[in-house]
């Protein structure tokens, strides 16, 4: 039976939407009010627009750690890249007190804020599976350094997934990746390129997009004839095809305002791995899908049912 996660004591799931919307309601592109600049930032400036990682003005210095919301086994880490940036993560341990999955999760963030603001939900994951929970920082967030880009952050996907492969107490376990909105689509890349080692046994996805250049026109409509020129692009929808027999579930807000939810439609279309499972969240939107109710509990009965039971 799927059990509700309890509150962190400072921040309960639901607090914890509230307070990232303060902070995290922005496009994945940049702020509404960039959009009428658009067409003459996009392509010289659009590193700075696709990955706001100074959003809070405070996000490069203040990374919330677990212990502010009530997790004491953890660890903080930093993990060299094969290209010279240190990159920071935090581990957070299964419960020792609980019936133990083997299980790792590992989480992609979305563009803006660091990993410190979603432990929460890494938290409700944790009590929710009884699992492992890894939670890496791109470069250029939070304490990572470097700068980001789309083939950096493909970088820092595989770092932490060999890590993940090295580290001796994740190194047999079952492991389910977790990306929500940009990070959707470093999941979808990371394993689209690793799913033949047999160790990635589920892939979870949360209002995530067909490509950046299919975006540029909802988001920023006065840059929609410029949306060729965009280098960064995150193809998901031509590589979440090449995902053939891992389990994947779609869970998708339905009223997300900066992601169409059309996106996640067209990536469950044209995805083609033996099981795929959708999920809607009537009220969800971008930021505060994961304060919806059942958010978890979709994910316990996907755990249970396609990953751990098989």
């Known amino acids: 039976m799927s059990q509700s996660p309890p509150p962190p004591p400072a921040w309960s799931i639901s607090s914890m939407a509230n307070n990232a919307i303060q902070f995290l309601r922005l496009p994945v592109l940049a702020s509404s009010g960039l959009a009428v ?51 920071h993560a935090l581990f957070l341990r299964q419960p020792k007190s609980r019936a133990q999955r083997n299980l790792t999760v590992m989480m992609f963030h979305g563009n803006a804020g660091n990993i410190g603001h979603r432990v929460p939900i890494g938290k409700a994951i944790q009590d929710t599976l009884g699992c492992n929970v890894f939670m890496l920082e791109y470069r250029g967030y939070g304490k990572s350094t470097g700068t980001p880009d789309e083939v950096g952050l493909k970088i820092d996907a595989q770092t932490g997934l060999d890590y993940l492969r090295q580290r001796p107490e994740t190194r047999d376990t079952k492991l389910v990746i977790y990306g929500q909105s940009l990070g959707g689509s470093v999941a979808i890349n990371l394993v689209a390129t690793n799913q033949e080692q047999g160790d990635i046994a589920g892939l979870i996805l949360e209002n995530t997009f067909l490509s950046i250049r299919k975006l540029i026109p909802s988001i920023m409509p006065p840059a929609r004839y410029l949306a060729r020129f965009c280098h960064q692009t995150w193809q998901s929808e031509d590589w979440l095809p090449k995902i053939a027999k891992i389990p994947i579930l ?40 994961v304060a919806e109710p059942g958010y978890f509990d979709h994910i316990h009965s996907f755990i249970t049912e396609e990953v751990t039971d098989r």
């Open 37 to 87: 600049v658009a067409s003459g930032v996009l392509y010289f400036k659009q590193n700075e627009v696709v990955y706001p990682r100074n959003v809070p003005v405070d996000a490069r210095i203040n990374v919330p750690s677990p212990r502010q919301f009530g997790i004491t086994d953890f660890e903080e880490l930093q993990i060299p890249t094969p290209d010279g940036e240190s990159l």
């Open 250 to 289: 779609f869970l998708s807000g339905l009223k997300d305002e900066l992601v169409p939810p059309s996106h996640m439609t067209g990536l469950f279309a044209v995805c083609e791995s033996e099981t795929k499972i959708w999920r809607t969240l009537p009220n969800g939107a971008h930021n505060d899908s």
